[in-house]
């Protein structure tokens, strides 16, 4: 489902980010490989949240550097970075993050439109992705009216969509209950297993195990430990 | 409530941007409204109001010196409320000067002071007479006096031979002289009548002021009265133009304040749902509901209070020049606001500002703390689904379509939005209308830069011309060389030789002036509404106000009289102007009343490119004395009009525009998460902006299509009914002022508002560091 290229995705060289006076990263540097699946952990304020910011180009380093896909994003201007979420990044939240007044189609077809597709190839696209997820019987409905593993589901429907370099995911499971969640994991498990680049925050261990190839440990905004695992099938 | 207002304050002082608008909104608001109602509580009366200022009289009364002597007038006007006089009067006779403008007589009194208990006049210029040889005449303020008129300082020459010299201008609404003199000069000018003046208790209807002159004039001779005038018959002559402003004031007055309440209505009732979640945490940490309530209504009070007595302030001076320029015809000075505006705005606005965001509250009131708190950012049902669904299938771009659909998403706000751009355009609208309107009546009826050249040709009087530099100039050829002269000097296209003639209507008392042309009337300007120009003698086109005065008709026949002479004269057309005392004929019409008068006005068109100055020489080179003088010019009352249009306008246009950015504040706030999210897909700031503005243009587009029918009604409705109170006729180029051209104009009038509005806060949103918006969960 990736473009991957089978070489590095992401490299982060001495990312600093400084608000105000607090410092949220504190030269980070860090590489990712394509079809790799990385959970970032750590206690509250460490620093993953504002890591996941970086790569996504949401924001900009204080100094350092992020390049992504080849795109090094300190060179960008915003409309830049805007066309790079566009073409190379996947975003799904822990809040899901879904136009209330879209049904699920829609906002998942949305990401294409934006990019100047066509309403109906859009629409199509977003049913196969709708097929693939489990999900088609909910095409039609709107938000409020989905449970929230299935919001959730859209929302990693809407990030796949312009088959990213990258999905970054940010506490995905974190608003979801139990079962919700283990569906989410198994479907972000799948993912990767057909080469799709993952990049997980989370304080969920369960779904840093199952999913991630490789946990990085984040404390007071720089990485304190890196472990290899070997994801639960 | 000790914890009350530092928590009020502290959101005030929060909400910088929302503040603001309150604050500004509610200004202009109430600037809006002490204009309008200034203007509304002026316009029901301004006779009235400037006859009240002056004192003006009731009655005032002729009586022949012969048959009445002054203490036995004293005496008979003791049932009067109030009197003024006994004062002498005469008619000063000044001949003829053959200046047009000039008056021939003047009706003049002898008056030791302009003050008193009636009929106080306004000096505006100069001073008043204070010893013998000295007048001042009774002008009105907003007229130049015309062409030939005498200025400050000049000296009038009497036929008996005295001089005076007129040391001011006064204006008296009761119109009780033409000029004045002291009792002294009076004295030696040999009065003829004594003048009183009266006020009466009761003098609304014409029954009561007979019922008063009846009173003051009995025990009196019988013939001693020679002559009064009623103020009801003045205030119906004089009504024509002050109630030509009164439905213009009407609606702009109604529209003000429509708008007002909507906008006001929707800052403070979208501050509150804004506020939701503030409110929850106040709950949270055990305000009581009526103490969160009155932190509310504290915390839109503040800046509503500030910009109501600002506002004030700002409306005072504005109505208050306005009025007066509106209503210096009457020469009643400053005309100001009635303290009821002051109180009823300061008051009110306050009041309407508080329930506005009362009902919110209520709301909010209502609303468990745990709800307040996840107002606004809990999962909620989608609204218009039925739209988006359908745009998102559109070809539109995407960022177009989500705008379009954002205004189905807040629907009650949606149509207050609407409302104010609504009556935002419906204003530009009528205005534009009006200004059409008013501009192309005026520039037909006064024909304004309808001739290229007036030349004035003064005319001998019998006995030895005048000498000295104040002389009047002398036209040295004949009538007949002068029109030879001016056509045949290079550039020349069209001459029109004129002569006024001062006229009276037989059967009444009406004094008329009759224009007689010669040559090319035709290219003078002038629109004929009905009929056709006369081709013969005992001929005369006149005003729609003259056919109403005299009860008279296009074909009726009417006879002229001067000089001992009569003429029957057939009405053959009615022309576009405004006087209702003038009347326009023909050369063949005046050789039957005189036969032997010269022409004394030439107007002249040029070709193209012509040399005005390099004319006027041409010509004045073989006849020095011709003078070129001003031509025709658009009166001061159209420039107030408009200039009041545009005011109100503008101020009406800002308001819904800052409806419209309070509104988008209020949306890209309460949707900074959605926003977010689809900056995070891939929205670019430049399609975000387009988004946002696109959802308010499509309101400003909506307005502009249901404002414009409203506000075409609207001057359907006003322009008639100036047109009536001006007692002038509405043809319909003058209603027909909205071509397509202009249409869609307007409809961009209320795009451009809505844009306008939109763009700021748009852009402001569209550049949000979207991961701060995403992470504040």
């Given at each position: ?192 297993q057909i080469g799709q680049t993952l990049l997980l925050v989370t ?31 | ?293 009155s932190v509310y209504l504290a915390m839109v009070s503040i800046p ?41 705005v300061l008051i009110g606005v306050p009041v309407l500002v508080a ?423």
């Amino acid at each position: 489902m990736t473009e991957s290229n089978g070489g590095m995705v992401v490299r982060l060289s001495a990312v600093r980010k400084e608000y105000g006076e607090a410092v949220a990263l504190d030269g980070v540097s860090l590489e990712i490989q394509a079809g790799e699946a990385v959970a970032v952990m750590g206690p509250s304020g460490s620093g993953k949240s504002t890591l996941l910011s970086m790569v996504a180009g949401l924001d900009r380093p204080t100094s350092g550097s992020v390049v992504v896909h080849g795109d090094d994003l300190g060179t960008l201007d915003e409309k830049g970075l805007a066309l790079f979420r566009r073409r190379r990044i996947g975003m799904i939240f822990q809040f899901f993050n879904l136009l209330d007044d879209l049904s699920a189609l829609d906002n998942v077809a949305l990401a294409a439109q934006l990019t100047g597709t066509s309403a109906s190839h859009a629409r199509k696209r977003a049913l196969e992705l709708f097929e693939e997820l489990g999900i088609a019987g909910r095409r039609n409905t709107y938000p409020a009216q989905l449970s929230g593993g299935e919001r959730q589901r859209v929302a990693v429907a809407r990030a796949l969509m312009n088959r990213p370099a990258v999905l970054l995911a940010d506490e995905p499971t974190g608003a979801l209950d139990t079962r919700a969640g283990e569906q989410v994991m198994d479907l972000l498990l799948d993912l990767n297993q057909i080469g799709q680049t993952l990049l997980l925050v989370t304080h969920d261990q369960q779904l840093a195990t199952r999913c991630a190839s490789r946990v990085i440990e984040f404390v007071d905004g720089h990485i304190a430990g890196e472990r290899s695992l070997e994801p639960t099938a | 409530m000790s914890a009350v207002w530092p928590v009020s304050r502290a959101a005030v002082r929060r909400r910088r941007i929302q503040t603001l608008v309150i604050g500004v909104v509610v200004m202009l608001s109430t600037t809006m409204i002490v204009v309008a109602l200034g203007l509304l509580a002026a316009s029901s009366g301004p006779f009235d109001q400037a006859y009240g200022k002056q004192s003006g009289a009731h009655l005032v009364a002729s009586y022949d010196r012969s048959k009445v002597s002054d203490s036995q007038l004293t005496q008979a006007a003791r049932s009067a409320a109030a009197v003024a006089g006994p004062f002498g009067q005469t008619t000063l006779d000044l001949g003829s000067r053959g200046m047009p403008g000039a008056a021939d007589s003047l009706v003049t009194v002898g008056r030791a002071d302009p003050n008193g208990p009636v009929d106080r006049l306004n000096v505006y210029k100069g001073r008043w007479a204070e010893k013998p040889g000295e007048i001042v005449l009774n002008q009105n303020p907003t007229d130049s006096g015309g062409r030939g008129a005498p200025g400050l300082g000049s000296t009038m020459a009497l036929t008996s031979g005295q001089k005076l010299t007129v040391v001011g201008f006064a204006y008296s609404v009761s119109q009780s002289a033409d000029a004045w003199v002291t009792p002294g000069q009076m004295t030696a000018l040999k009065p003829t009548s004594t003048q009183m003046l009266y006020r009466f208790a009761q003098a609304a209807t014409n029954a009561q002021v007979s019922a008063g002159q009846e009173a003051v004039t009995s025990g009196l001779p019988s013939d001693a009265l020679i002559g009064t005038q009623s103020y009801l018959a003045l205030r119906a002559m004089e009504a024509g133009e002050p109630n030509t402003f009164v439905p213009f004031l009407m609606v702009f007055g109604w529209l003000g304040l429509a708008v007002a309440v909507l906008i006001v209505a929707n800052v403070v009732s979208g501050a509150v749902v804004a506020g939701f979640r503030h409110i929850g945490v106040l709950k949270a940490l055990g305000f009581t509901p009526t103490q969160v309530m009155s932190v509310y209504l504290a915390m839109v009070s503040i800046p509503a209070v500030v910009g109501c007595v600002i506002g004030t302030v700002l409306g005072n001076a504005l109505a208050t020049s306005l009025l007066t320029r509106a209503f210096e015809n009457y020469g009643a000075g400053s005309v100001g606001v009635p303290i009821w505006v002051d109180v009823v705005v300061l008051i009110g606005v306050p009041v309407l500002v508080a329930l506005s965001a009362l009902l919110p509250a209520l709301r909010a009131r209502s609303l468990s703390a745990a709800q307040a708190i996840s107002a606004g950012s809990a999962p909620r049902a989608g609204r218009g689904l039925r739209v988006q669904r359908w745009l998102s299938g559109t070809r539109l771009p995407r960022s177009v379509s989500l705008g379009l659909g954002l205004p189905f998403a807040r629907p009650a706000r949606t149509a207050l939005t609407l409302a104010a751009v609504v009556l935002g355009v419906t204003s530009v609208t009528l205005a534009v209308g009006l200004g059409k309107s008013l501009t192309t009546y005026q520039t037909a009826a006064s024909r304004v830069d309808a001739v290229d050249v007036t030349m004035f040709a003064g005319v001998a009087q019998n006995g030895p011309p005048p000498a000295g530099e104040d002389a009047p100039p002398i036209a040295k050829l004949t009538d007949a060389e002068d029109e030879a002269l001016l056509r045949s000097t290079p550039g020349a296209t069209a001459v029109t030789a004129s002569l006024d003639l001062p006229m009276r209507l037989a059967g009444t008392q009406t004094d008329l002036r009759a224009t007689f042309y010669r040559g090319d009337y035709a290219q003078l300007g002038y629109r004929i509404l009905d009929g056709r120009w006369f081709d013969g003698p005992g001929q005369v086109v006149v005003s729609e106000r003259f056919l109403r005065q005299h009860g008279l008709a296009v074909g009726d026949r009417i006879t002229l009289q001067t000089q001992g002479k009569s003429v029957r004269a057939t009405i053959v057309g009615k022309a576009m102007y405004n006087s209702g005392d003038e009347v326009l004929s023909n050369w063949q019409t005046l050789a039957l009343v005189a036969p032997d008068r010269r022409a004394n006005l030439y107007e002249i068109n040029v070709k193209p490119g012509t040399d005005l100055d390099a004319f006027v020489k041409a010509v004045q080179a073989k006849d020095s004395g011709l003078i070129e003088t001003p031509g025709q010019e658009a009166g001061s009352f159209v420039a107030i009009v408009l200039a009041t249009v545009v005011l109100l306008t503008l101020m009406l246009g800002t308001v819904a525009a800052l409806g419209v950015f309070n509104t988008v504040v209020l949306n890209t706030r309460e949707r900074r998460r959605d926003l977010g999210m689809l900056k995070s897909i891939g929205m670019t700031p430049g399609q975000a902006t387009v988004m946002v503005v696109t959802s308010m243009a499509a309101l400003g587009a909506v307005g502009g299509v249901l404002g414009i029918p409203l506000g075409v009604v609207a001057h359907r409705l006003v322009v008639p009914a100036m047109a009536n109170g001006a007692q002038v006729e509405v043809p319909d180029f003058m209603l027909d002022v909205y071509p397509a051209g202009l249409v869609a104009l307007l409809i961009l009038a209320g795009i451009l508002i809505a844009a306008a509005g939109a763009y700021f806060p748009a852009r402001t949103a569209a550049h949000t560091i979207i991961a701060k918006v995403l992470h504040n969960e």
